[in-house]
């Protein structure tokens, strides 16, 4: 079994920076990506950021040029700044890994952490 511990949400104004974290643990073989998702209330579970194990990148476009992602091992971190009050949501992190040599494809999320953008 692996677990995704999130951390790092909060309050922040607009216009501030924010940093999550989120590490992945239990078996696992090998991490193939990992992305953060985001869910506002009364909305769809988006896309935020993903970054494969090569550091291959993608972001949303409302994202573009103030977020960044970056991973280390078995961990992924998503540096928020110029924040908005539409970044408001519960962030998700995501790993697809295997978790055995010979196992399938799993599809793993964190618990999610609020992140609150206002004035």
């Known amino acids: 079994q692996v677990q995704l511990v999130e951390s790092g949400g909060g309050f922040v104004q607009p216009g501030g920076s924010l940093r999550l974290s989120c590490a992945a643990s239990g078996s696992i073989f090998n991490i193939y990506t990992m992305a953060w998702y985001r869910q506002a209330p009364g909305k769809e579970r988006e896309m935020v950021a993903t970054?494969?194990?090569?550091?291959v990148t993608m972001y949303a476009e409302s994202v573009k040029g103030r977020f960044t992602i970056s991973n280390a091992k078995n961990t992924v971190g998503l540096q928020m700044n110029s924040l908005k009050p539409e970044d408001t949501a519960v962030y998700y992190c995501?790993?697809?890994?295997?978790?055995?040599?010979?196992?399938?494809?799993?599809?793993?999320w964190g618990q999610g952490t609020q992140v609150t953008v206002s004035s």
């Open positions: 970054i494969t194990s090569g550091g």
């Open positions: 995501n790993a697809v890994l295997l978790e055995h040599s010979n196992s399938p494809l799993m599809n793993y």
